[in-house]
Structures are given as C-alpha cells and as structure tokens.
C-alpha cells in the first residue's frame, strides 16, 4: 500500500489536463468580462443601425 501512495503522488501525467482546465478557465473568464463590458456598445450600435435602417426612406438622423 505504501508503494502505491508514493507512486501516485508522484505521477504527473495529469499534470497536462490540469494545466489545459486552467488555461480554459482563464479564457473563458476573459471571453465573459468582454463580452460583458462590450455589451452596451455593441447593444447601441445595433439600436443605432436599427434607427438609420428605419429612416432610410425619410428624413435622416444625426448618427447616420
């Protein structure tokens, strides 16, 4: 039993997966803070392409 817990706190071979999971982690927590902090933007300029695209038959607006 002793050589079996040495030999398992000494293997490393899921040392990769661990590393990966962590990169993926940070990434993914990377991708949701733009995405959120680029929410109202992107939010506007949909709202503001929006309203050019309904007043292109009539009278303009200021952000067209």
Known sequence: MK???K???RDDS???AAEYAL???IVGTGIAAAAFALGGSI???MTTAKTCIDSAGGTTTPNC
């Open 43 to 45: 939010s506007g300029a």
């Open 14 to 16: 899921g040392a990769s």
């Open 23 to 25: 990169i993926l982690a």
């Open 3 to 5: 050589s079996f817990l």
């Open 7 to 9: 030999d398992f706190i």
